[in-house]
């Protein structure tokens, strides 16, 4: 069946360092994947779309990376900041338009 | 105009009651969706409306119904829930339904039926 995984629930990284989140998928070809920051009780917000002949993607602090040979996808925040603190979830579509999301990763900066 | 807008942000229904959710957007987006996410769940898709005709979800229970009356506004009627429906509701609309696009998503309805 197909399966997202994205790396861990939770995930706490030192205000300035890189936050680095990790989406892996099986049995999936997805065209797309995309990138959603999530805050609590709050509708998903769009970040980043990558296409799969796409190695990489950047916007301000953020990078994502597409490997389809490995079937992952690699999500960085540079110089981060408290308030980039939120669940961050990772969304594949496929060429018959299903989109499916990941679980999240809550991402915790501290201070 | 950039937003997509849900109404109510609340609300709470007995398992008798019949309930709607408003879902607005004028970014000129041709695709229309509602999600249902529960507690520490990703969003699951419901329904989706693209060019105004309508694909399901065929695990939705047909107590939830949608509508659309036009390409800017979707409605979600409720009726018999159940307490296991109890979530954070999603509308979002994306430019088209196929391609490159990124939704964009209201700030929900969190619905609690008792």
Redesign the interface.
Known sequence: SQKIEQNSEALNIQEGKTATLTCNYTNYSPAYLQWYRQDPGRGPVFLLLIRENEKEKRKERLKVTFDTTLKQSLFHITASQPADSATYLCALMNRDDKIIFGKGTRLHILP | DTE?TQTPKHLVMGMTNKKSLKCEQHMGHRAMYWYKQKA??????MFVYSYEKLSINESVPSRFSPECPNSSLLNLHLHALQPEDSA?Y?C?SSQD??G?????????T?LTVV
């Open positions: 997509v520490k769940k990703p969003p699951e898709l954070l999603l979002a339904r196929w490159p696009y990124g939704y964009t998503f209201g700030s929900g969190r």
